[in-house]
């Protein structure tokens, strides 16, 4: 046996590992990319229902700005795309409400109070004067109408 005469000499070659194939996958990978696919698609799916929903909302808040003058038959035009949308997402049965029960739908679903003065002055068909206030409270309603949610009227 001859002597090494360096320490160098003692090592051997190192191999490398042959690498892994990418495919197949394994069970855990195609759980996470089933898992992410179906999250995508839940999703896709929510946000679609959710365009659709609003879809009344979107087309009154269109109308809404074509009566952008304060005038009274502006604000009947108004006061009746409410009342569309109240009966369009909550249904014919609070759409026909009057007074008190309709102030009360109103504040529950835009956050507007408006007062017994305004709408008798609505309902009133000799009246021709303009309702500034009245005007800018009903475009604010159906900005900021709630189209999801118990009314329990």
Do not use: C
């Not at 026909?96 to 305004?118: A, C, D, H, R, Y």
């Not at 309603?141 to 009227?153: D, E, P, S």
Request: glycine residues 4%; aromatic residues 12%; proline residues 5%.
């Amino acid at each position: 046996m001859a002597n090494p005469t360096s320490p160098l000499d003692n090592l051997h070659d190192v191999i490398a590992p042959a690498t892994v194939a990418w495919w197949p996958l394994s069970l855990p990978a195609f759980a996470i990319i089933t898992g992410f696919l179906l999250l995508l698609f839940v999703t896709g799916f929510l946000v679609y229902k959710r365009y659709q929903l609003a879809k009344a909302k979107r087309q009154a808040l269109q109308e809404s700005k074509s009566y952008l003058t304060s005038n009274f038959a502006n604000s009947q035009a108004l006061h009746l795309i409410l009342k569309r949308l109240v009966k369009h997402y909550y249904g014919i049965e609070a759409a026909n409400q009057f007074g008190e029960k309709w102030q009360g739908i109103v504040l529950k679903t835009s956050k507007v109070k408006l007062t017994p003065e305004e709408l008798s002055r609505l309902y009133q068909s000799e009246s021709n004067q303009p309702i500034n206030d009245f005007h800018q409270k009903l475009v604010k309603a159906i900005k900021q109408f709630k189209v999801k949610g118990a009314l329990n009227v």
